[in-house]
Protein backbone atom coordinates (compact mmCIF):
# COMPACT_ATOMS: atom_id res chain seq x y z
CA UNK A 1 0.00 0.00 0.00
CA UNK A 2 1.02 3.25 -0.52
CA UNK A 3 0.72 4.81 3.00
CA UNK A 4 0.25 3.66 6.66
CA UNK A 5 -0.39 5.01 10.04
CA UNK A 6 0.26 3.02 12.99
CA UNK A 7 -1.25 5.14 15.95
CA UNK A 8 -4.73 2.96 15.75
CA UNK A 9 -5.73 1.50 19.05
CA UNK A 10 -6.33 -2.09 18.07
CA UNK A 11 -7.28 -4.44 15.31
CA UNK A 12 -11.00 -4.01 15.94
CA UNK A 13 -10.77 0.02 15.80
CA UNK A 14 -8.45 -0.21 13.25
CA UNK A 15 -11.29 -2.20 11.01
CA UNK A 16 -13.89 -0.03 12.52
CA UNK A 17 -12.00 3.61 11.53
CA UNK A 18 -11.65 1.43 7.88
CA UNK A 19 -15.67 1.28 7.40
CA UNK A 20 -16.17 5.07 8.28
CA UNK A 21 -13.17 5.36 5.70
CA UNK A 22 -14.96 3.17 2.80
CA UNK A 23 -18.32 5.39 3.76
CA UNK A 24 -16.79 8.74 3.16
CA UNK A 25 -14.44 7.44 0.07
CA UNK A 26 -16.94 5.22 -2.15
CA UNK A 27 -18.69 5.85 -5.01
CA UNK A 28 -21.87 3.88 -3.56
CA UNK A 29 -24.53 5.81 -1.89
CA UNK A 30 -25.87 2.35 -0.07
CA UNK A 31 -25.44 2.69 3.74
CA UNK A 32 -25.06 -1.07 3.74
CA UNK A 33 -21.18 -2.73 4.69
CA UNK A 34 -20.05 -6.59 4.43
CA UNK A 35 -17.81 -8.26 7.00
CA UNK A 36 -16.31 -12.06 6.30
CA UNK A 37 -17.83 -14.05 8.89
CA UNK A 38 -14.39 -15.38 9.33
CA UNK A 39 -13.13 -12.35 11.01
CA UNK A 40 -11.94 -11.71 14.29
CA UNK A 41 -15.17 -12.01 16.68
CA UNK A 42 -13.98 -8.80 18.36
CA UNK A 43 -13.56 -7.12 15.29
CA UNK A 44 -17.13 -7.88 14.18
CA UNK A 45 -18.48 -6.95 17.42
CA UNK A 46 -16.83 -3.57 17.39
CA UNK A 47 -17.44 -2.77 13.82
CA UNK A 48 -21.26 -3.57 14.50
CA UNK A 49 -20.90 -1.30 17.10
CA UNK A 50 -19.48 1.48 15.75
CA UNK A 51 -21.94 1.18 12.56
CA UNK A 52 -25.31 1.08 14.61
CA UNK A 53 -25.51 4.55 15.92
CA UNK A 54 -24.37 5.52 12.06
CA UNK A 55 -27.28 4.15 10.35
CA UNK A 56 -25.01 1.55 8.54
CA UNK A 57 -26.35 -2.21 8.13
CA UNK A 58 -23.44 -4.81 9.10
CA UNK A 59 -23.91 -7.94 7.18
CA UNK A 60 -21.67 -11.17 8.07
CA UNK A 61 -21.57 -13.97 5.98
CA UNK A 62 -19.87 -15.99 3.42
CA UNK A 63 -17.99 -13.58 0.89
CA UNK A 64 -18.47 -16.86 -1.36
CA UNK A 65 -22.52 -15.39 -1.40
CA UNK A 66 -22.03 -11.11 -1.63
CA UNK A 67 -24.72 -9.46 -1.02
CA UNK A 68 -24.60 -6.24 -3.61
CA UNK A 69 -25.46 -2.63 -3.19
CA UNK A 70 -22.59 -2.38 -0.21
CA UNK A 71 -20.75 0.57 -0.16
CA UNK A 72 -17.71 -1.52 1.43
CA UNK A 73 -16.37 -4.77 2.59
CA UNK A 74 -14.20 -6.66 5.23
CA UNK A 75 -11.96 -9.43 4.74
CA UNK A 76 -9.66 -11.34 7.28
CA UNK A 77 -6.42 -13.03 5.62
CA UNK A 78 -5.78 -15.30 7.34
CA UNK A 79 -8.55 -16.08 8.52
CA UNK A 80 -10.02 -16.31 12.20
CA UNK A 81 -10.40 -20.55 11.40
CA UNK A 82 -6.73 -19.98 10.04
CA UNK A 83 -7.85 -20.80 6.31
CA UNK A 84 -5.45 -18.45 4.10
CA UNK A 85 -7.34 -18.09 0.85
CA UNK A 86 -7.22 -15.82 -2.52
CA UNK A 87 -9.82 -12.78 -2.44
CA UNK A 88 -8.43 -11.05 -5.84
CA UNK A 89 -11.77 -12.85 -7.73
CA UNK A 90 -13.88 -11.39 -4.30
CA UNK A 91 -12.38 -7.85 -4.45
CA UNK A 92 -13.05 -7.44 -7.72
CA UNK A 93 -16.37 -8.06 -7.19
CA UNK A 94 -16.66 -5.62 -4.69
CA UNK A 95 -15.16 -3.27 -6.84
CA UNK A 96 -17.14 -3.41 -9.77
CA UNK A 97 -20.32 -2.72 -7.41
CA UNK A 98 -18.21 0.77 -6.72
CA UNK A 99 -17.54 -0.27 -3.52
CA UNK A 100 -14.05 -0.38 -1.40
CA UNK A 101 -12.51 -3.70 0.43
CA UNK A 102 -10.56 -3.29 3.92
CA UNK A 103 -8.69 -6.77 4.39
CA UNK A 104 -7.15 -7.19 8.34
CA UNK A 105 -3.82 -9.03 7.58
CA UNK A 106 -2.15 -11.04 10.28
CA UNK A 107 1.01 -8.58 9.50
CA UNK A 108 3.74 -11.29 10.53
CA UNK A 109 2.09 -13.63 7.89
CA UNK A 110 2.68 -10.83 4.84
CA UNK A 111 6.37 -12.27 5.08
CA UNK A 112 5.05 -15.09 3.21
CA UNK A 113 1.50 -14.44 1.89
CA UNK A 114 0.52 -12.42 -1.17
CA UNK A 115 0.42 -8.99 0.07
CA UNK A 116 -3.38 -7.75 0.53
CA UNK A 117 -2.28 -4.56 -2.15
CA UNK A 118 -1.37 -6.93 -4.64
CA UNK A 119 -4.65 -8.92 -4.47
CA UNK A 120 -6.95 -5.63 -4.72
CA UNK A 121 -7.59 -4.02 -1.34
CA UNK A 122 -8.05 -0.26 -0.89
CA UNK A 123 -7.65 -0.94 2.82
CA UNK A 124 -5.28 -2.78 5.42
CA UNK A 125 -5.38 -2.85 8.52
CA UNK A 126 -4.35 -5.58 11.44
CA UNK A 127 -2.51 -5.66 14.94
CA UNK A 128 1.34 -5.23 15.27
CA UNK A 129 1.19 -7.30 18.45
CA UNK A 130 2.78 -10.06 16.57
CA UNK A 131 6.09 -8.24 16.47
CA UNK A 132 5.92 -8.19 20.18
CA UNK A 133 4.65 -4.44 21.02
CA UNK A 134 4.03 -5.06 24.41
CA UNK A 135 0.31 -4.09 26.02
CA UNK A 136 0.00 -0.99 27.86
CA UNK A 137 1.48 1.82 25.06
CA UNK A 138 -1.74 3.50 23.73
CA UNK A 139 -4.01 0.62 23.95
CA UNK A 140 -4.33 -2.99 23.94
CA UNK A 141 -2.26 -3.66 21.01
CA UNK A 142 -0.98 -0.70 18.36
CA UNK A 143 -2.56 -1.21 15.10
CA UNK A 144 -1.59 0.07 11.85
CA UNK A 145 -4.13 1.61 8.43
CA UNK A 146 -2.92 1.00 5.56
CA UNK A 147 -4.05 2.72 2.21
CA UNK A 148 -3.85 4.57 -1.53
CA UNK A 149 -2.26 7.84 -1.78
CA UNK A 150 -5.67 9.15 -2.74
CA UNK A 151 -6.94 8.70 0.71
CA UNK A 152 -4.81 10.63 2.40
CA UNK A 153 -7.01 13.05 3.71
CA UNK A 154 -9.10 10.78 5.01
CA UNK A 155 -6.63 8.38 7.12
CA UNK A 156 -7.85 8.84 10.79
CA UNK A 157 -4.64 9.62 13.00
CA UNK A 158 -1.50 11.64 12.23
CA UNK A 159 1.16 11.11 9.43
CA UNK A 160 4.74 11.15 10.23
CA UNK A 161 7.16 12.24 7.86
CA UNK A 162 10.79 12.28 7.23
CA UNK A 163 12.77 15.42 6.81
CA UNK A 164 16.36 16.97 7.54
CA UNK A 165 16.76 18.87 10.75
CA UNK A 166 19.51 22.00 10.87
CA UNK A 167 22.46 19.73 11.49
CA UNK A 168 21.00 18.03 7.80
CA UNK A 169 20.34 14.61 9.94
CA UNK A 170 17.34 13.17 9.66
CA UNK A 171 14.21 13.89 11.47
CA UNK A 172 10.68 13.18 12.13
CA UNK A 173 7.85 15.37 11.98
CA UNK A 174 3.89 15.72 11.90
CA UNK A 175 3.53 15.92 8.23
CA UNK A 176 -0.73 15.91 8.17
CA UNK A 177 -3.23 15.78 10.55
CA UNK A 178 -6.53 15.01 9.25
CA UNK A 179 -8.66 16.84 12.18
CA UNK A 180 -7.30 19.92 12.62
CA UNK A 181 -6.05 19.85 16.56
CA UNK A 182 -3.73 22.41 16.05
CA UNK A 183 -5.16 24.64 13.13
CA UNK A 184 -7.83 25.55 14.89
CA UNK A 185 -7.48 24.63 18.20
CA UNK A 186 -10.23 26.38 19.79
CA UNK A 187 -12.72 25.04 17.81
CA UNK A 188 -11.71 21.40 18.09
CA UNK A 189 -14.18 18.86 19.77
Do not use: W
Amino acid sequence: MEMSNASMLDEGTAAAEAMSLCQRMSKSKSLRFFVDSDCLPQTIEVIKTRAEPVGIEVIVGNPDQLPENLFGALFQYPGASGEIRSFREVIKQVQEQGALVVMAADILSLVLLESPGSLGADVVIGSTQRFGVPLGFGGPHAAYMSTREAFKRNLPGRLVGLSQDANGDPAYRLALQTREQHIRREKAT
